[in-house]
């Protein structure tokens, strides 16, 4: 048939069109037999647009008993012409119909969002999965998705239905459908939502169902993780002795930080993680084991934690073992000071360290620091600690300790094994009724550095030590200014107080130690030790002092000051005072000594005058080598004391007598050296004279050429007194 003629007739203009379609669709193409009549006029009418028309039309052809009932496009044109012009009708033509092309259809009924229709048209041609995808994402309904899959039981089926069962939540029902589908490829999935969904149990038998298919590290780790949420401890260690591929350190901390315990425990201990495991059983309060599990690791922080756990959980006797690791490291020990302490555990961190002493690696830190800790705990026992091992001390640490806790004994013994001793006397003196001992600080003085402290010191022993005051002294005195140490007893007033100090130091004849202790004999009228005093140290004040006591009461005491004048060379005044007090004696050794012919003489004439005449005798004899003779016997003579003056005439011609034998002598003597030296002069000339004849004669000179031949002999030799000497030879000896 002819399109065009089609087109003409089945224009909407043509008023016998409808009659047209009627006649067609009714009775000629049912009744043809030629496809190529058929095929125009459907083609007729699909260019005419005419879905309705077209739907009669083929319901004609296919739905009746026709030639053409079971041609495949045919049957495809009508269901897709009823799905864009009349949907109500497409599923009476899926059910009717067989021989048509049900993907494509079905694809074109979803699209056309008849979703019952498509899921027919699958279901009918045996395509599940389309059909239960049809189920799921476009009827959204999970419970017929269900009941198809367990229809169909196909693993496709199942696993279509799992994937959106997982989508919604429905964790437990998702696993179990992939369990069905025998599906191992959407574990990473399945276990993510198993976890959020907390359904382990589940989990468990997913993951052995994977495991079954594959060999992936993630699967034996969740699994292991698995058996721990539900508690089956038992599976896990069975699972890991078998051949497994999971990352068991992973999962263990895992299980560790999710406080799983017990089955980390039985993961690290697989593993030999000792350090983990350690600290596992601290969390399950497992001591002894976790101590055990320490000493394996031999980790620092392993007995820290181990250490630190049995603390608070007051297994003192676990800690110390542990600590005893803990505190051999020097970087560790504080940490561990610290943490007992903040908790309160003095005495059994003293234990601990007390303990640590004996250890083959003890260092100076623990010493230190249970030192520090007697310092604040056990106060009886810091200062045997220190004396026993001071050279094993941090002594500035303890220093710092002991004067923070106000142990000042200690305190200044540190100071002295430090050399510190400058501040070892400042503590004892700051602190004596703690911290002073005599003999102590008399070591510690003589040592200090600052010349201050000296001073100090004096002041300190004079107000609290007066009575061991002379004995810090004399241990000073090499090192003190005497000058400055009277000055300050004399500003106190307590110069008798030191007086043995100045006796002791006197030999340096220091001014001001002279002069104290002067006073101080003056004052207890001790003469003969002023007059010692005076004799053997002359650095002070000699006329000052003569002064002060030539009208003391004491006769003793004016006869010093005489005595101080002489010695001054005040010899007038020296006379004036011993004769003012008729010490004869004293003045005539006084005008003796002065050597002043003058002084003696009129000593003589004051003894004339006073008429003491024994006086005047003894003053010749006491002033002989000053007492002109004249002079002596002119006044004896004058003042009828020639028998006083007597026995000086006879010593005096005694004394010249003797001087006359004296030079008479010695002028006999003069003379016998004179003789003597002349005899030896002659002696040593007769020696000489001998020697000479003694000696052998001079050999002739050889013959000068020209002149005659021979020599002629030497001429005799004579004179000084010795005979001529033959011409050869020596002289003929004698027979004995």
């Not at 799905?83 to 056309?112: Q, T, W």
Request: proline share 4%.
């Amino acid at each position: 048939m002819d399109a065009e003629l089609w087109e003409k007739v089945l224009n909407p203009d043509n008023v016998y069109r409808r009659q047209l379609i009627d006649q067609v669709v009714s009775t000629a193409l049912p009744e043809s037999k030629s496809p190529e009549q058929v095929s125009a006029a459907v083609k007729a009418f699909m260019t005419a647009d005419l879905p309705h028309e077209l739907i009669e039309l083929l319901e004609k052809i296919v739905l009746q008993n026709s030639a053409f009932s079971g041609n495949f496009n045919l049957q495809n044109l009508l269901i897709l012409t009823a799905i864009k012009a009349d949907p109500s009708r497409v599923m009476d033509y899926i059910n009717r119909l067989d021989n048509f092309d049900g993907p494509a259809v079905g694809e074109v009924a979803v699209e056309a969002q008849l979703y019952e229709e498509a899921f027919a048209i699958f279901k009918k041609f045996n395509l599940n999965v389309q059909a239960v995808n049809v189920l799921l994402d476009n009827i959204q309904s999970i419970e017929r998705a269900v009941e198809f899959a367990f229809r169909v039981e196909e693993d496709a089926v199942w696993s279509q239905v799992a994937k959106a069962q997982l989508r919604e939540g429905m964790v437990s029902e998702a696993i179990e459908s992939f369990i069905r589908a025998d599906d191992a490829t959407e574990f990473l999935d399945v276990i993510r939502a198993a976890e959020m969904a907390d359904v382990y149990h589940d989990l468990v038998r997913y993951l052995l169902m994977v495991r079954q298919k594959a060999k992936e590290p993630k699967v034996d780790s969740e699994l292991i993780y698995a058996y721990a949420k539900i508690d089956r401890l038992g599976d896990i260690e069975e699972f890991i002795l078998m051949p497994n591929v999971a990352n068991l350190q992973n999962v263990g901390d895992r299980l560790y930080d999710e406080a799983l315990y017990e089955a980390a425990k039985i993961i690290f201990a697989f593993i030999s993680n000792w350090a983990k495991l350690a600290c596992t059983l601290v969390k399950l309060r497992q001591f002894q084991g976790a101590v055990d599990a320490a000493r394996k690791a031999n980790s620092s922080k392993t007995w820290k934690e181990v250490c630190f756990a049995c603390v608070d959980a007051e297994e003192f006797r676990l800690a110390q073992i542990c600590g005893l690791n803990i505190i051999i490291q020097v970087d560790d020990l504080e940490e561990v000071s610290d943490y007992y302490q903040n908790r309160g555990c003095f005495n059994e961190l003293i234990s601990l360290m007390e303990s640590g002493l004996g250890l083959e690696r003890a260092h100076m830190g623990i010493f230190t620091e249970l030192g520090v800790l007697y310092a604040r705990y056990r106060p009886e026992k810091l200062m045997e600690h220190i004396k026993l091992f001071s050279t094993r001390l941090n002594i500035p640490k303890l220093i710092r300790a002991c004067d923070e806790q106000q142990h000042w004994k200690e305190l200044t013994y540190l100071y002295i094994q430090y050399d510190e001793f400058d501040n070892a006397a400042t503590t004892i003196m700051n602190h004596s009724p703690e911290a002073w001992d005599h003999m102590q600080f008399k070591d510690v003085a003589v040592k200090v550095a600052n010349v201050e402290l000296y001073y100090k010191a004096v002041h300190f022993y004079l107000q609290e030590h007066p009575d061991l005051i002379n004995d810090l002294l004399n241990v000073l005195a090499l090192k003190v200014d005497h000058t400055r140490v009277v000055d300050i007893m004399r500003k106190a007033d307590y110069l008798h107080l030191v007086k043995p100090y100045m006796v002791a130091v006197q030999s340096n004849n220091v001014a001001a130690v002279n002069e104290a202790l002067n006073a101080i004999y003056v004052e207890e009228e001790d003469y003969d030790r002023l007059r010692e005093s005076i004799d053997m140290h002359d650095n002070f004040d000699q006329i000052g002092l003569a002064q002060k006591i030539e009208k003391h009461e004491l006769l003793e005491m004016r006869r010093v000051a005489a005595y101080i004048y002489k010695k001054a060379g005040r010899w007038k005044q020296s006379i004036a005072l011993s004769k003012k007090d008729n010490l004869y004696k004293d003045a005539m050794e006084t005008c003796s000594q002065s050597g002043d012919r003058e002084l003696a003489e009129e000593l003589l004439v004051y003894f004339i005058e006073k008429g003491k005449k024994e006086c005047f005798a003894s003053c010749l004899f006491v002033c002989y080598d000053l007492i002109r003779p004249d002079v002596a016997v002119e006044l004896a003579w004058m003042n009828n004391m020639i028998d006083f003056a007597f026995p000086y005439l006879l010593q005096f011609i005694r004394e010249y007598t003797g001087k006359v034998d004296e030079l008479v002598k010695d002028k006999l003597e003069a003379l016998s050296e004179v003789k003597a030296k002349e005899k030896e002069e002659k002696d040593i000339l007769a020696q000489q004279n001998m020697y000479a004849q003694l000696l052998p004669l001079a050999l002739p000179a050889p013959p000068i050429p020209g002149m005659g031949g021979g020599f002629a002999p030497p001429p005799p030799m004579g004179g000084m007194g010795m005979p001529p000497m033959p011409p050869f030879g020596m002289p003929p000896m004698g027979s004995y």
